[in-house]
């Protein structure tokens, strides 16, 4: 009795983790050796884009996003920061006008 006891919630259990480890995937692809080149962010070897170059960027870095103006990520729709590595054409400047 004891044996039974012990059993079925342990198979219970194991069923559990197999089908919510087998589902469907939301379709992000968590897999490093990933491929898909739209959806990967830039290697740290190219930070030459609008997503790193910009006033206002994504945190995520998203690829195509960057802007001039504070806003949202048209990609993951996460806010825009201030990228404090670029200098705006204002800074540099104080005490006389163009």
């Known amino acids: 009795m004891g044996f039974k006891k012990v059993m079925y919630p342990l198979a219970l259990g194991s069923m559990l983790i197999f089908i919510s480890c087998s589902g469907k995937h939301d379709g992000h692809n968590h897999n490093a050796a990933s491929t ?34 504070a806003g949202q990520c048209p990609k993951c729709g996460m806010d825009y920061v201030k990228n404090e590595d670029v200098q705006s054409s204002e800074e540099g400047h104080e005490g006389h006008n163009h």
């Open 36 to 69: 898909d080149k739209q959806e990967m962010p830039a290697s740290k070897a190219d930070e030459s884009g609008p997503e790193y170059t910009s006033a206002y960027i994504c945190p995520m870095h998203c690829p195509g996003s960057g802007s001039d103006q």
